[in-house]
């Protein structure tokens, strides 16, 4: 029970009031798939950067990086769910193509974060995040 407020707390929690949620991810292990895009250079560059806030919102996979900050760029949504009892599960398309899942256990700040980019889902790696309000 205490985790399911967690997780709803993490999810429905007013960002207006926060200001910005940062998550931000080193890698502990990474997949060896080489299904994994070359572009997001994840074995040089191992981390996850998500910065979110009631407007905007931010996502860096190794060296690959889309903002709806960036009016240039490329369409993009979000969603975010309820995983499991302790999971909060975020979901990103860019151009309208479901590109990235990223599930965060919202107990040991873990993360596992997947690629969607050739329709099948591809894991990238397993996280720890630090979570941080700005």
Not at 20 to 29: E, I, L, P
Not at 34 to 55: C, H, M, R, W, Y
Not at 80 to 109: G, K, M, P
Request: proline letters at 2%.
């Amino acid at each position: 029970m205490k985790s399911i407020f967690f997780v709803t707390a993490m999810l429905f929690s007013s960002l207006s009031f926060a200001g910005q949620r940062v998550f931000d991810c080193q890698a502990t292990k990474l997949s060896k798939s080489p299904d994994v895009s070359e572009d997001f250079n994840i074995q040089k560059n191992p981390t996850v950067l998500l910065i979110e806030d009631a407007k905007n919102w931010s996502l860096n996979v190794g060296d690959y990086s889309v903002s709806t900050l960036d009016k240039n760029g490329p369409a993009l949504a979000r969603e975010s769910s309820a995983a499991s009892d302790t999971e909060v599960r975020y979901d990103f398309w860019v151009e309208a193509s479901y590109e990235f899942e990223l599930v965060i256990n919202v107990v040991d700040h873990t993360a596992k974060v997947y690629w969607w980019g050739l329709g099948e889902q591809t894991e990238i790696g397993t996280f720890q995040c630090e979570v941080s309000v700005k």
